[in-house]
């Protein structure tokens, strides 16, 4: 069965900062990986996906991730935090399935980000 | 273009009651999957629709049940609620050739007294 284990349920950084935000993934097969942002009180946003292209995806608002599958990892990275980064990140996995993927998200339980001026 | 809307915002019900969400997918989505997100937790896999039929399930029980409209709109309907029930219920769409690729709605907040 997949799983999403998301390391430090917070992280603390200033601004300016590198932001680094740990998931690491299990999967019987090559998964499809997401990172979401979850502003208070909405939704989940989609910040960027992992679907077997390139290894360093780039995502919106400067965030990109790079999965390494022999750490079986797939760590966000920002290289300037901002204020406005402040947030709940949540990774998820998707089995790819039968036929392509089954679009069954798995999430972590989320990693809160906050912002120091 | 309209995202994902979900109504209403916030609902109050007794436990024992029953629930009806609703949710609008995004234009040109076909499939509608919904989630469950507990306080402080990531958000749990209900079910999804595809074609008016439930395609998924996740580990939750009858008491949770859903429907697809011709129009890809769907309903998500919690019975018997219980106070374990309060939560974020998340909806979320994506066109069939893209499934795992899921944008989200706002939400419904559900608090069961």
């Known amino acids: 069965a997949q799983s999403v284990t998301q390391l430090g349920s917070h992280v603390s950084v200033s601004e300016g900062a590198l932001v680094l935000l740990r998931c690491n993934y299990s999967s019987s097969v090559p998964p499809y990986l997401f990172w979401y942002v979850q502003y208070p009180n909405q939704g989940l946003q989609l910040l960027l996906k992992y679907t077997s292209a390139a290894t360093l995806v780039k995502g919106i608002n400067g965030f990109e991730a790079e999965f390494k599958k022999s750490e079986t990892s797939f760590h966000l990275t920002k290289p300037s935090a901002h204020m406005s980064d402040a947030a709940e990140y949540f990774c998820a996995v998707s089995d790819r399935g039968y036929g392509g993927s089954q679009g069954n998200l798995i999430f972590g339980k989320g990693t809160k980000l906050s912002v120091k001026p | ?113």
Do not use: M
């Open chain 2, 1 to 113: 273009d309209a995202g994902v809307t979900q109504s209403p915002t916030h609902l109050i019900k007794t436990r024992g009651q029953q629930v009806t969400l609703r949710c609008s997918p995004k234009s040109g989505h076909d499939t509608v999957s919904w989630y469950q997100q507990a306080l402080g937790q990531g958000p749990q896999f209900i079910f999804q629709y595809y074609e008016e039929e439930e395609r998924q399930r996740g580990n939750f029980p009858d008491r949770f049940s859903g429907h697809q409209f011709p129009n890809y709109s769907s309903e998500l309907n919690v019975n018997a609620l219980l106070l374990g029930d309060s939560a974020l219920y998340l909806c979320a769409s994506s066109p069939a050739s893209r499934a795992e690729t899921q944008y989200f709605g706002p939400g419904t907040r559900l608090l069961v007294l």
